[in-house]
């Protein structure tokens, strides 16, 4: 082991991730150098070019980017690989429209088909962790990972008294290099910038920082899973892997198997589908907060499953957060003062919360103006179909620095609970939005915001369900 706090700890016979500062450095800028020149020259030839012409080059170049991306980004794993996951939930405006599935389907794939770690290497890890050969822990695993993301991967097994389970395994070395991750942000976005120029780095930077270090832990994890589980065990379309906990360990994760349609294949679904599973996930993420005052911090494409029964499974709590009644309260009262225009009160609660800065100088007027812009799409009484575009625009929005009336989204200036919140908000939004779902969302949110009866299905099979449990 290097004492110079870049290498993680390495065993005999065992490759990692790797892990170096320089290395990982190094990778990133020969990337960041040829994007550059291949989109300098791009944008050269295309002097002499029609529009078409122009815009065909564009998309192909763009196209090209998004594959280099994920080849190294995804060879990388940890932080690297994370923030080639946050952009594969923007919007690709700056992208021909012909060219964007295509894009959008590439950059997808750093969320559940990364390039694989030998198994080998992941075998040595799961021993070292449980203390025994995989053979006597479990009675098969299988050999090909189902699942490759940011620091581990997932495989299939069963146990030897036939349950079927999920086995996500960190992998080696991961954590030196998140930490070598983490110092080398920028210049990885900057590349993100050629296919996304209107991306804010600092905000998306801010957002891995914030979520990697919690999610190196898996006891952590499997905690969260569990607490989770308990709030909505027997719901009538949300599940919960259960976890085996006498399994867990720091670096390991073992919980129940679910198979499911992904999130690009549920976008394929008619829009009456699609419309159910995004108010699913509305319900989930935002209900979770509200309701239970316990919930995922990381609304995440790659984090559901609809199930051939027609529920939804969420799966991966790694960053989780519980909130106090009071902190709950206080947002449901800046809502309601939001939505029924009563900028004064407003002013007094979010400055009373953290959330503005200058409030002495702060207006009702203004201040509802900007409140209306980024919960617009949860607090307006009508059926709104939601696409990307919108998402964007709010998230972008909440982060610009020249904003007079809201601090940005950032730890050290604005109430920790407050700004997962305000993340969990625009998160759920983003994915969302990739199934362009149509909704009077506000309706929903009301069971929530002023304990109204439920006007959807869903809605009253829920309520159902709460009533069960008092």
């Given at each position: 082991m290097?004492?110079?706090?870049e290498?993680?700890?390495?065993?005999e016979?065992e490759?990692?991730?790797?892990?170096?500062?320089?290395?990982?450095?190094?990778?990133?800028?020969?990337?960041?150098?040829?994007?550059?020149?291949?989109?300098?020259?791009?944008?050269?030839?295309?002097?002499?070019?029609?529009?078409?012409?122009a815009n065909?080059?564009?998309?192909?170049?763009?196209?090209?980017?998004?594959?280099?991306?994920?080849?190294?980004?995804?060879?990388?794993?940890?932080?690297?690989?994370?923030?080639?996951?946050?952009l594969?939930v923007?919007?690709?405006?700056?992208?021909?429209?012909?060219y964007?599935d295509?894009?959008?389907?590439?950059?997808?794939?750093?969320?559940?088909a990364?390039?694989?770690v030998?198994?080998?290497?992941?075998?040595?890890v799961?021993?070292?962790?449980?203390g025994?050969?995989v053979?006597r822990?479990?009675a098969?695993?299988?050999?090909?990972?189902?699942a490759?993301?940011s620091?581990?991967?997932?495989?299939?097994?069963?146990?030897h008294d036939?349950?079927?389970?999920?086995?996500?395994?960190?992998?080696?070395?991961i954590?030196?290099?998140?930490r070598?991750?983490?110092?080398?942000?920028?210049?990885?976005?900057?590349?993100?910038?050629q296919?996304?120029?209107?991306?804010?780095?600092?905000?998306?930077?801010?957002?891995?920082?914030?979520r990697m270090?919690?999610?190196?832990?898996?006891?952590?994890?499997?905690?969260n899973?569990?607490?989770i589980?308990?709030?909505?065990?027997?719901?009538?379309?949300?599940?919960?892997?259960?976890?085996?906990?006498?399994?867990?360990?720091?670096?390991?994760?073992?919980?129940?198997?679910?198979?499911?349609?992904?999130?690009?294949?549920?976008?394929?679904?008619?829009?009456g589908?699609?419309?159910?599973?995004?108010e699913?996930?509305?319900?989930?993420?935002?209900?979770?907060?509200?309701?239970?005052?316990?919930?995922?911090?990381?609304?995440?494409?790659?984090?559901?499953?609809?199930?051939?029964?027609?529920?939804?499974?969420?799966?991966?709590?790694?960053?989780?957060?519980?909130?106090?009644?009071?902190?709950?309260?206080?947002?449901?009262?800046i809502?309601?003062?939001?939505?029924?225009?009563?900028?004064?009160?407003?002013?007094e609660l979010?400055?009373?919360?953290?959330?503005?800065?200058?409030?002495?100088?702060?207006t009702?007027?203004?201040?509802?103006?900007?409140?209306?812009?980024?919960?617009?799409?949860?607090?307006?009484?009508?059926?709104?179909?939601?696409d990307?575009?919108?998402?964007?625009?709010?998230?972008?929005?909440?982060?610009?620095?020249?904003a007079?009336?809201?601090?940005?989204?950032?730890h050290?200036?604005?109430?920790?609970?407050?700004?997962?919140?305000?993340?969990?908000e625009?998160?759920?939004?983003?994915?969302?939005s990739?199934?362009?779902?149509?909704?009077?969302?506000?309706?929903?949110?009301?069971e929530?915001?002023?304990?109204?009866?439920?006007?959807?299905?869903?809605?009253?099979?829920?309520?159902e369900?709460y009533?069960a449990?008092?």
């Open positions: 290097e004492n110079d706090g290498q993680g700890e390495r065993r016979g490759s990692e991730v790797p892990s170096s500062r320089l290395w990982r450095t190094a990778a990133l800028g020969r990337l960041a150098a040829t994007e550059a020149a291949k989109y300098a020259g791009t944008r050269a030839v295309n002097l002499t070019r029609t529009q078409g012409e065909e080059a564009l998309g192909r170049r763009q196209v090209d980017a998004a594959q280099q991306i994920v080849r190294v980004l995804g060879g990388m794993k940890g932080a690297a690989m994370k923030a080639g996951q946050v594969s923007a919007d690709l405006e700056a992208v021909p429209p012909e964007r295509e894009v959008r389907a590439t950059l997808a794939s750093l969320r559940a990364a390039p694989a030998p198994y080998e290497d992941m075998r040595r799961i021993e070292r962790e449980l025994e050969p053979e822990a479990f098969e695993l299988d050999r090909e990972p189902v490759a993301a620091i581990g991967q997932v495989y299939r097994a069963r146990l036939g349950r079927e389970v999920a086995v996500k395994v960190q992998y080696p070395g954590d030196a290099a998140v070598a991750d983490l110092q080398n942000l920028m210049p990885m976005l900057r590349i993100a910038k296919i996304i120029p209107g991306l804010d780095v600092d905000a998306v930077a801010d957002e891995v920082r914030d270090h919690e999610e190196l832990d898996y006891e952590l994890e499997a905690d899973t569990r607490a589980g308990r709030s909505h065990r027997g719901h009538p379309f949300i599940v919960v892997p259960e976890v085996v906990s006498e399994m867990c360990r720091a670096r390991v994760l073992v919980m129940d198997f679910v198979r499911g349609r992904s999130h690009e294949q549920i976008a394929l679904l008619d829009q589908q699609r419309d159910r599973v995004a699913i996930v509305f319900r989930f993420y935002f209900g979770s907060m509200y309701r239970h005052h316990a919930f995922s911090g990381d609304p995440h494409p790659g984090n559901s499953l609809l199930l051939d029964d027609g529920r939804m499974a969420f799966i991966d709590f790694g960053l989780f957060k519980r909130i106090s009644t009071e902190s709950a309260q206080t947002e449901l009262e809502q309601r003062a939001g939505v029924e225009g009563r900028g004064e009160e407003l002013i979010m400055t009373a919360a953290g959330m503005l800065r200058g409030a002495d100088q702060a009702p007027q203004g201040v509802l103006e900007q409140f209306r812009r980024y919960t617009s799409w949860f607090t307006t009484d009508e059926v709104l179909e939601l990307p575009g919108v998402a964007t625009r709010i998230v972008l929005d909440f982060a610009d620095p020249t007079d009336q809201f601090r940005r989204v950032r050290e200036t604005l109430p920790g609970e407050h700004v997962l919140g305000r993340r969990v625009m998160m759920t939004l983003a994915v969302m990739q199934l362009r779902p149509r909704g009077n969302w506000y309706r929903i949110a009301r929530w915001m002023y304990g109204d009866e439920p006007g959807t299905e869903l809605g009253r099979q829920e309520a369900y009533a449990r008092l």
